[in-house]
């Protein structure tokens, strides 16, 4: 991010502003009548000089009281139209430009959601949420106020010196001699006042960063009795920012003084001038009159260029700051992805795993490491009764095929594409340093139709990498993932992930009622009734509003176990083709458990699943088990094959001091 910053420094205020240009055009005809609108009731002011020459060389000069009167009425007529006319302005765009704002919020969180995990865990959620707030409402006032005034003012001006010049063009010429240097503090303070102003609403976003971590880690900070910590933390952020706004501060004082005193000088050496020329006669008193006016007219034009150009350059740095975000590469689909629907298949957006997907042409066997010492797969015994038997000559370390070597028929062709497959699979991190290791080498893995395979592992092996892997939401860096021999990268995301089901190690919910969280995975309402019951969810019915119950920001209302389990139903409801669950039972107690298995074993009859366990109970859901190790699979076989032959999968199981001690216990486990 730091080198998206440092590239915006270098873009002018005027390049960063134009972007905006897409989202106001559908306007452009109300902010361009709006501005003339402005202009001629800023106009009408000049107006008012000229009246009060009229009114002082005639009916003040001819002493005609009438004259004086009808001059007065003038001047109300004038000052009632020109409040009219900005009234009409600001109704001419207060509405439109709520409608920009309420589009490029939207826009942006459509673009946020459509962006890849890997952005999110580089930026802070303070970020996004000041740009998507306080940047949009910067933007919004610019367009309102400043963007209309510097046009409305530079026209005012303009004409203003126009009618000073055709009244003394002497008195003119002194006037104009605050320009230059006008010109030269205008650009110095537009480069300083930038830099502020970036700094700043970065700050802003840090800040509400530090905010939004308080609250939703309160539990956290008073469990530890961190609240003078935290109350450290947010004040010195609160102390650098403060620092900064009065930086902005003294830049707009300093320039507002000088833009003020400048001009005044000017006006102060012009009426001395003008008042010689009336006591020579060569100045009517109405003519100085008229001038001083005028001139006194353009005051607010001048002096409120500095206060313009502030608030120019913040709605720059937060177009820049807003665009950073828009600028970000969403999850890109590759060419020619697959977005039909084969015989069988459902389209996106219709409840989960109706029916499985059309078999591909056979692919390759996979690259495979040579079979480890638990390859010969055995049918397991505690496969539930009516699942399909497993294939056995798909057990070795690697996922590659043991059997005859005798020509095979289509159907073995089929069986062999069929399922979920790793070919090869290789990822690293995007921010990894070069040269790292990858997280994951060259994982070849096959899990068979209506198979489901643990995945087993130590801490920090990439159990929860490797099945991020399969809803896409990191992309391989080298090999390919294939479902029932289509490669997940030649599908739409959105056909993939109605295909895919998964369940996080850390549920999530959102502020919404128990039925709508659960309902985020599909299905039909009979459906949810049914994923409730399978997850052990009956406290749901005992909520105050049943399944209309409000969870709270997080579903912070809820307990860990009621969580997951929630986080669980979503899962199945959909009934998906394949799932993956990441440790989907680690926070219920064992009798829960117990009752969530025997439930989740009916589910995994119907489905592919994937699921990474770290305890012996959840690992005998599993037909077959893959210890993954060092990123790589080290074995693949039943779970009482590997507690005989693996030393490290016996140590995971058992939890003994040294890995590589033989493991004994009762029926081999």
């Not at 960063?16 to 452009?28: A, C, F, N, T």
């Not at 002011?45 to 009167?69: F, N, Q, S, Y």
């Not at 990439?462 to 399969?470: H, P, S, Y």
């Not at 979503?570 to 039972?585: E, H, M, Q, S, T």
Request: glycine fraction near 10%; charged fraction near 20%; charge should be neutral.
């Amino acid at each position: 991010m730091s080198e998206t910053r440092a590239a915006i420094k270098d873009r002018s205020a005027t390049r960063s502003l134009l972007r905006l240009w897409p989202y106001v055009r559908p306007i452009r005809t109300r902010l361009f009548s709006a501005a003339f609108v402005a202009i001629v009731a800023s106009c009408l002011g000049l107006v008012i000089p000229l009246v009060l020459k009229w009114i002082v060389d005639g009916p003040v000069a001819e002493h005609d009281p009438g004259g004086v009167w009808l001059g007065a009425l003038y001047l109300l007529l004038l000052g009632l139209a020109e409040a009219a006319l900005f009234g009409y302005r600001r109704w001419l765009v207060a509405r439109p430009l709520a409608s920009v704002e309420a589009e490029m919020r939207a826009d942006l969180y459509r673009h946020v959601q459509r962006l890849p995990v890997s952005f999110h865990d580089r930026w802070a959620s303070g970020q996004l949420l000041s740009r998507g707030t306080t940047d949009l409402m910067l933007l919004r006032m610019f367009l309102a106020f400043p963007l209309t005034f510097l046009v409305v003012n530079a026209v005012t001006i303009l004409a203003g010196f126009g009618i000073l010049l055709s009244q003394q063009w002497s008195l003119g010429l002194v006037l104009l001699v605050p320009v230059i240097p006008l010109v030269i503090l205008c650009s110095l303070f537009e480069t300083r006042y930038s830099l502020v102003a970036r700094q700043a609403q970065d700050q802003v976003g840090d800040l509400t960063t530090v905010v939004e971590e308080s609250v939703l880690g309160i539990r956290i900070i008073k469990g530890f009795g961190r609240h003078r910590s935290q109350a450290l933390a947010f004040r010195e952020l609160s102390r650098r920012l403060r620092g900064t706004e009065l930086a902005k501060a003294r830049l707009l004082a300093g320039l507002w003084g000088l833009i003020t005193t400048i001009p005044e000088l000017a006006i102060g050496a012009a009426l001395v001038l003008g008042t010689v020329q009336v006591a020579d006669g060569g100045l009517s008193a109405g003519t100085l009159v008229a001038f001083l006016s005028t001139a006194l007219a353009l005051r607010w034009p001048v002096e409120s260029i500095g206060f313009l150009l502030a608030m120019s350059q913040e709605s720059a740095t937060a177009t820049a700051r807003f665009f950073e975000a828009m600028d970000a590469r969403e999850e890109a689909e590759a060419p020619g992805a697959s977005t039909g629907h084969p015989s069988g298949e459902l389209p996106p957006g219709a409840p989960q795993g109706a029916s499985p997907l059309e078999p591909r042409e056979p692919l390759e066997p996979p690259r495979g490491s040579a079979p480890g010492p638990a390859s010969a797969a055995a049918p397991p015994a505690d496969r539930a009764p009516g699942a399909p038997p497993p294939d056995h000559r798909s057990s070795n370390a690697g996922g590659a095929e043991l059997g005859s070597s005798s020509a095979e028929s289509e159907p073995r062709a089929a069986g062999r594409t069929a399922g979920i497959r790793f070919e090869g699979v290789t990822f690293r991190y995007p921010d990894a340093a070069d040269g790292s290791a990858p997280v994951l080498a060259r994982i070849d893995l096959h899990i068979r139709p209506g198979e489901t395979m643990a995945l087993v592992g130590g801490t920090g092996s990439g159990k929860t990498t490797l099945t991020a892997l399969v809803p896409r939401l990191h992309e391989v860096g080298g090999g390919r993932i294939t479902l029932d021999g289509e490669d997940i990268a030649h599908m739409t995301r959105e056909r993939l992930r109605g295909l895919v089901s998964v369940a996080f190690e850390e549920p999530t919910l959102f502020s919404a009622s128990v039925g709508d969280n659960v309902a985020m995975g599909g299905g039909s309402p009979a459906d949810l009734d049914r994923a409730l019951d399978i997850a052990q969810a009956q406290f749901v019915r005992r909520l105050p509003q049943g399944v209309d119950t409000q969870v709270g920001e997080q579903g912070l209302s809820l307990s860990g176990g009621q969580r997951q389990r929630l986080a669980l139903a979503r899962a199945v409801v959909g009934r998906p083709r394949f799932l993956i669950l990441d440790d989907p039972l680690s926070a219920l107690d064992v009798h829960t458990e117990a009752l969530v298995e025997a439930a989740l074993r009916r589910v995994l009859q119907d489905t592919t699943a994937l699921v990474v366990a770290h305890r012996p109970s959840t690992v005998l859901l599993a037909d077959r088990v893959a210890l993954l190790s060092e990123g790589r699979i080290a074995a693949v076989g039943t779970h009482h094959e590997l507690l005989r032959g693996n030393a490290e999968y016996a140590w995971l199981m058992s939890g003994a001091d040294d890995p590589h001690a033989e493991y004994e216990g009762e029926d081999g486990r």
